[in-house]
């Protein structure tokens, strides 16, 4: 674990020498909309708890999800973290998989929901263990209790530890916790900060 | 980096000490506001035959909601599923060979048992078992389902036990819970629920 954060710490990212890297302009923009897509995606995912939204909030809570798991495929190429790249990017697989089962029914959309609930964790595992590396480099605190954060997610939801309403609380500090990170990577990359 | 006030710009003059950036601040805000919400309609409102007609239908939706297996419904054989919590069983659920025989309307039924779930009304369920029969109800504009529900369960707020019989449908994009209908029996007195 040791030797694999140090060479990202040489990989300093340059993120105003690289353009076109960025689905909308700079980096500040992507992870904006990254971080606020997965805050508002959480909010209406507990909002569900309160109000029956129908089929379009599950649809809206799905978009932010990618959004979220996009935001993090744009971390894992900046500091150049193999595995959170590859994590990221099989999550945004398994959401396209979890498409299926909105549309078809019978036993291809249970081999559909059961595949996307295993790639997820796997997902999961492997970018938030990747992001640990991200320790040396971004605000130590921070990046420990978002990986405890997600991992424990993961257990909790799996081992059904929690009730509802409590897990949802969990969840929704994690992607606040994520948010915030991302928040701290644009601080952290934006040319007034160069003195770093 | 502490005394840099420069960049603790995005936060708000009433939080200066921490770096918690607004947009997640106002997200917790936000969060912990409608756990605030939860909270309190949790555990405030009456036990009205009506909420508890919604509880009953509710808590059988969260089922097909949460389980993975019943949500397909691949049905071989009978099966059994429950919600996110295991507050809320349907156990032998299986569908009868009558409409694969002789052709007609397929239907499916279960069992329905409560095991201290506590529905966002406040009302709190337990026991059962509650008979559920299942079938469709898909029109043009939406694939749906028509349950119908019949038996006792115990409520909080009743020291008897409360006898239900409930119809309502169930769209299957939402599992909400809409056109219910049916009688409330509680201590002796029937209440009928209208849509």
């Not at chain 1, 949802?168 to 991302?182: I, P, T």
């Not at chain 2, 769209?171 to 409330?184: D, F």
Request: proline letters at 4%.
């Amino acid at each position: 674990m040791i030797p694999a954060s140090e060479s990202h710490t040489a990989n300093a990212p340059s993120a105003t020498a690289r353009s076109g890297f960025f689905l909308s302009g700079t980096l500040t923009n992507d992870l904006t909309i990254a971080a606020l897509g997965a805050m508002a995606g959480s909010a209406v995912s507990y909002l569900f708890l309160l109000v029956k939204l129908g089929f379009a909030g599950a649809v809206f809570v799905y978009g932010c999800k990618i959004v979220m798991y996009w935001g993090l495929l744009q971390v894992g190429r900046l500091y150049q973290l193999t595995w959170v790249r590859r994590g990221a990017s099989l999550l945004l697989l398994t959401k396209l998989i979890g498409l299926l089962p909105f549309v078809i029914t019978g036993f291809t959309a249970s081999v559909a929901t059961w595949l996307t609930g295993i790639l997820e964790a796997i997902g999961i595992m492997i970018t938030f263990i990747d992001i640990w590396g991200l320790r040396r480099t971004v605000n130590q605190p921070l990046v420990t209790a978002v990986v405890v954060g997600f991992v424990a997610e993961l257990f909790i939801g799996a081992m059904e530890l929690l009730p509802q309403p409590v897990f949802y609380l969990v969840k929704s500090a994690n992607v606040g916790l994520l948010a915030w990170l991302f928040y701290e990577i644009i601080t952290q990359n934006s040319p007034s900060r160069s003195s770093r | 980096m502490e005394q840099d006030k420069t960049t603790t710009s995005t936060i708000g003059h009433w939080v200066t000490n921490s770096q918690v950036p607004r947009p997640v601040f106002i997200f917790a805000c936000l969060i912990l506001l409608m756990a605030g919400i939860k909270a309190i309609t949790g555990g405030w409102v009456a036990n009205q035959p009506a909420s508890i007609a919604t509880a009953i239908g509710d808590g059988l939706m969260s089922v097909f909601h949460d389980d993975k297996g019943l949500k397909n419904m691949t049905l071989i054989f009978t099966k059994d599923g429950r919600n996110n919590e295991g507050s809320v069983e349907l156990r032998d659920v299986g569908a009868g060979l009558g409409a694969l025989i002789f052709g007609g309307t397929p239907r499916v039924g279960g069992k329905l048992y409560f095991q201290n779930y506590q529905h966002s009304s406040g009302v709190i369920l337990n026991g059962g078992p509650l008979d559920i029969e299942l079938s469709n109800a898909t029109t043009e504009t939406q694939k749906a389902g028509r349950y119908k529900v019949q038996g006792s369960v115990s409520a909080s707020g009743s020291n008897q036990p409360v006898y239900v019989q409930l119809d309502f449908i169930s769209p299957a994009e939402t599992y909400g819970v809409e056109q219910l209908s049916g009688n409330v029996t509680i201590n002796g007195k029937t209440t009928p629920i209208q849509p």
